[in-house]
């Protein structure tokens, strides 16, 4: 009787066991992987998001022209001083003219002795042709005749260009400016001598109109392929850092330039100047706007780069699983640029508070401003998504969180 009564007490106990062991099992899997976790959150909102591209560029006049000399000397006058305005045509500067109206003079007096000599020649071969009809003189006498006065014509139109050479050179003492517009650089000082021989020098650089510029701004190959005609830009210059200025693209030019390897392109940018607030060789940082939504669903795009730890609890179709290692949420799928579209994963929670589970969810985005990112297909206004994993102990971090890592309860619609 009492062997009976121990194998009965022996099956309850075991009876027991098993029971406490399927509880605790269930207790851990159902509650032990998750617990501790919480999440940050936030909710998928609408409001405007722009895709812009970044670059810098110099401030230049849409046409600069460099005035130079065309002959060596002494200057003599200046007329124009920095930020005077010219007209085209005006006198702007001068060289001291002695030299040149001295070969104007020599040129002159040698016209003058070829003209004489000319003359000459005429008479002497009129009379030859008189003498040469009554055959008093021979053929070749004749013929000297003739071509004596033949060299005599040619010199004289010799000494014709050597004048109008000497006129040419002495009217370039004369600087004129060839086109109207403000004067931005002088490179010479009253006394100076500038000398012609083996390159113009530079005395003047002219703005035709600074009312009108042009940003060259240099795009990165990698965002050059975004950028087209017509496109709205912002641009910033460190002269006034709270006011933002506005143009748009001229031209896309197809030529590279290459620095230390990195790629990059010429992308004119016109710019209105009617405040003059803007001045040439000024420093722009520019932001191309490549596209625009007036009510875009976003996120953040920290929702896309989330790193769940190894005990995170993740829904699948099949059953409850947990990511490996350090897993990132990278989404699948190629990965667009900042006008393209591609498939992501972003995790939304379930479960209840004490364990929270997450439930992936494949998403299509499409434009980003590098902080927000378009949601096309895959979520709706409202939906929570986690953009991290609160720290614990962290004050206001609990895993309902709704509120943004950038600041900001949600998105308000703009």
Same mark, same amino acid.
């Given at each position: 009787?009492? &062997?009976?009564?121990? !194998?009965?007490w022996w ?13 605790? !099992?269930?207790?851990?899997?159902r ?5 501790g ?9 609408r409001g405007?998001?722009?895709a ?10 849409v046409?600069?022209?460099t005035?130079?000399s065309q002959?060596?000397?002494?200057i003599s006058?200046l007329?124009? /001083?920095?930020?005077?305005?010219v007209?085209?045509? +005006?006198?702007?500067? &001068?060289? =001291?003219?002695?030299t040149?109206?001295?070969?104007v003079?020599?040129?002159?007096? /040698?016209?003058?002795n070829a003209?004489?000599?000319l003359e ?6 009129d ?11 021979s053929?070749s006498?004749?013929?000297?005749? $003739?071509?004596?006065? =033949?060299?005599?014509a ?19 003492c004369?600087i ?11 490179a010479v000082?009253? !006394? +100076?001598?500038?000398a ?5 020098p530079?005395?003047f ?13 240099n795009v990165? &190959?990698?965002d050059?392929?975004?950028v087209?005609e !017509? ?6 210059? =460190?002269a006034? *850092? ?7 693209v001229? +031209?896309?030019?197809?030529? *590279?330039?290459?620095?230390n ?5 010429d ?7 009617a405040?003059y607030k803007l001045? *040439?060789?000024?420093t722009a ?10 009510d875009?669903?976003?996120? *953040?795009n920290?929702a896309?780069?989330v790193?769940l730890p190894?005990n995170?609890v993740?829904?699948t179709?099949a ?13 699948k799928?190629s990965?667009k640029g900042?006008? @393209? ?10 479960g209840?508070?004490?364990a929270p589970q997450l439930?992936?969810?494949q998403?299509?985005t499409?434009i980003t /401003? ?10 709706k206004e ?5 953009t991290?994993?609160? +720290?614990?102990?962290?004050? @206001?971090?609990t ?8 600041g @900001?309860?949600g998105?308000? $619609? $703009?």
């Amino acid at each position: 009787m009492a &062997e009976k009564s121990n !194998g009965r007490w022996w099956k309850w106990l075991v009876i027991v066991a098993v029971i406490a062991a399927v509880a605790g !099992g269930y207790f851990y899997f159902r509650h032990g992987q998750g617990e501790g976790l919480s999440y940050n959150t936030v909710t998928a909102g609408r409001g405007e998001l722009t895709a812009t591209v970044t670059a810098t560029g110099t401030l230049n006049p849409v046409v600069n022209v460099t005035v130079g000399s065309q002959v060596s000397g002494r200057i003599s006058k200046l007329n124009v /001083d920095y930020n005077s305005v010219v007209v085209s045509n +005006q006198v702007i500067a &001068e060289i =001291d003219p002695a030299t040149y109206q001295a070969a104007v003079e020599q040129a002159s007096a /040698d016209l003058a002795n070829a003209k004489a000599n000319l003359e000459l020649q005429q008479a002497q071969y009129d009379r030859s042709c008189e003498l040469y009809t009554n055959k008093l003189i021979s053929g070749s006498d004749f013929d000297i005749a $003739r071509a004596s006065l =033949d060299s005599a014509a040619a010199t004289v139109k010799i000494k014709q260009a050597s004048l109008s050479n000497s006129r040419v050179n002495l009217n370039y003492c004369k600087i004129l400016s060839p086109v109207d517009g403000v004067v931005i650089s002088r490179a010479v000082e009253l !006394g +100076q001598t500038v000398a012609s021989s083996f390159s113009t020098p530079t005395i003047f650089q002219i703005a035709n109109d600074l009312t009108k510029m042009q940003i060259d701004a240099n795009v990165a &190959e990698a965002d050059i392929g975004l950028v087209i005609e !017509g496109q709205s830009v912002d641009f910033l210059v =460190d002269a006034y *850092p709270n006011r933002t200025f506005h143009g748009s693209v001229a +031209q896309v030019r197809n030529s *590279p330039i290459t620095v230390n390897n990195v790629v990059t392109y010429d992308t004119v940018i016109s710019v209105t100047n009617a405040d003059y607030k803007l001045k *040439p060789g000024m420093t722009a940082n520019v932001s191309i706007i490549v596209a625009q939504r007036d009510d875009a669903l976003k996120i *953040p795009n920290a929702a896309l780069r989330v790193r769940l730890p190894d005990n995170a609890v993740v829904l699948t179709n099949a059953a409850s699983g947990t990511l490996p290692t350090n897993g990132v949420a990278m989404g699948k799928g190629s990965r667009k640029g900042k006008g @393209g579209r591609g498939i992501r994963t972003v995790y939304g929670l379930a479960g209840d508070a004490h364990a929270p589970q997450l439930k992936p969810l494949q998403i299509k985005t499409g434009i980003t /401003d590098g902080l927000f990112t378009e949601v096309v297909d895959g979520l709706k206004e409202g939906d929570v998504v986690v953009t991290g994993v609160a +720290q614990p102990g962290t004050p @206001g971090s609990t895993s309902t969180s709704t509120s943004s890592p950038f600041g @900001g309860g949600g998105f308000p $619609r $703009r």
